[in-house]
């Protein structure tokens, strides 16, 4: 049965994200009784504040959300931790924020987030403040912010732990906000996007240059995927050497120079970003197709498997399950003969990035550092479906990756 709030009405749950890998969540009860609160994320003596905005696949409060995590980050906020909290529940459609935990208490970052929200504008999200009973019972108020400097009670209620849901509670989301199916919804979240990114009209243009429902020449098209330094690069070219093919990227080159702009911007933004460099591919795929072999180094398989390992926190487990939307291909997407997906050990992976010692962007550096992400963006793509991707161990030496790909390749696509 739903959670019942304080009005006695079906009330929202909550997820805590991280440290750990589990999530940790509650819900709120009207009564004095229910099980114990989830103890560990108020910091005693100190207090706890959460924030929320609506996950829609909005521009809008993609980037509220955005300007939030940025602002949480840095003045008087340094001394709290921040985490991610999903509110999802019984009616409600689902809502992403943090929790705020300040070690030391006192007034000062309750001003503070207050001074915050008043700054964004007309409807500022409501308020979260978490406070402990006599009893050491745990209470959440949930304040909105009036104008001259006023507030107004909307609930108190008590806080109470609740079951991990069976799916975690981003899953159902992914499909508006991070994993587009089609050109016509990355094209609509960009489009929105040209009042403040001036580099979103050029990606337009020439998206809309391509010719629409690409086909495939008679050509065998061989994409390459797999996590960051799996060998990619030196297998693409050297397959392109062996077949006398034409080498394709996603993201092509003539949008490479905007990425580190849609790299800045939220999840929504630079998905959509990158699943356009897909379609735009897929125009030069078809062109090149019906000429020679064509290898692709990463196509729709990246940008879906990297959107749902980011937008999924936690656990191997926490993905979605086996067969689900997320991974099936788009239809009006051109389709690849094989998709090829290089694997080596977590071990030789960082090996290979030691020793090729490039910059690394902050979802690279995340990658070293967070086991569990990696480990998902590889779970993601062996889910991916139609196509699938076929998996190829690439521990062993350059030469030997060679042969097992060009056997692979000739098994599938015939003579080339
Ligand atoms: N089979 C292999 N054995 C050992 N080192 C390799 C092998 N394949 C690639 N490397 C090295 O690993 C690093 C990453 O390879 P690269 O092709 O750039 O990966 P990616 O394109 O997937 O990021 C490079 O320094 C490359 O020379
Ligand atoms: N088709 C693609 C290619 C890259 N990407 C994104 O770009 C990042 C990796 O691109 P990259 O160019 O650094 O990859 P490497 O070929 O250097 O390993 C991933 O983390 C994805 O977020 C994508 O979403 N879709």
Known sequence: APPAGASGQAGPCFAVEGPGSDLVCFTLSAGASGRPEPRCFVPAPGRCYSLCVPAASSVPMARLHRRLQQRLRQGPFGRCRVLGLLCYGAQAALEKGFLIQDPQGGPETERALEELLRGLGELPPLLGVYEAGERGELWQCLWALRGAG???????????AAEEPPLHPAVPGLSHAAVFHSLEAARSVVEQCTSFIPEATAVLDLVDKCPKQ????EFPVI??????????????QSVNDSLNALLLRSPPACISQWRKTFDDEPTLIRRAFYALGNYIVASEIAKAST????????????????????????KVQNLPPAHHE????????????????LTVSPE????????????????????????????KVEESYKRMENPRCQEVDASPSREEVLRTVLYLIKKHCGSL
């Open 150 to 160: 006023g507030r107004e009670l909307l609930r108190r209620a008590r806080v109470v």
């Open 214 to 217: 690409s086909k495939k020449g």
């Open 223 to 236: 994409v390459i995927e797999g996590l960051d330094a799996t060998g990619k690069t030196t297998v693409t």
């Open 291 to 314: 000429e020679s072999p064509v290898v692709v180094d990463r196509y729709w398989h990246s940008t879906a498997a990297y959107a749902i390992a980011t937008e999924i926190s936690g």
């Open 326 to 341: 997320v991974y099936q291909w788009p239809e009006d997407l051109l389709k690849p003969d094989l998709v090829l997906l």
């Open 348 to 375: 030789e992976r960082i090996r290979r990035l030691q020793g090729r010692g490039l910059e690394k962007t902050e979802e690279e550096t995340e990658l070293e550092a967070n086991s569990l992400f990696p480990q």
